[in-house]
């Protein structure tokens, strides 16, 4: 069983930046891949970045390449989203997700995991 605590959220102007942490319990995490999806009011959970299980390889939806960055410290069981340059769109809650299948090449989709946290609001203002 994974738990995970997202924080790191709040409001922030156009142009300015956010770092969203991911705190997992559970000694199975190192072995996940993990992603961040999040979800726009009336709007369904998209998918935003994704980590495999090493580090090695990430992925990102083309709405945020070049603005947000994934990364993982292993020793301290957590997940990072830097997000640089936000725009008023990427205004949503935001969610990190465990897959416990293959490691080594996360889901682009929610029914690809297995373990969601709570959430965290980001608001961007114009």
Known sequence: QVQLVESGGGLVQAGGSLRLSCAASGHTFSSYAMGWFRQAPGKEREFVTAINWSGSSTYYADSVKGRFTISRDKSKNTVYLQMNNLKP??????????????????????????????????????
Do not use: H
């Open 89 to 126: 769109e990427d205004t949503a809650v935001y969610y990190c997700a465990a897959d416990r299948g293959s490691g080594w090449n996360p889901s682009s989709t929610p029914s690809g995991y297995n373990y969601w946290g709570q959430g965290t609001q980001v608001t961007v203002s114009s």
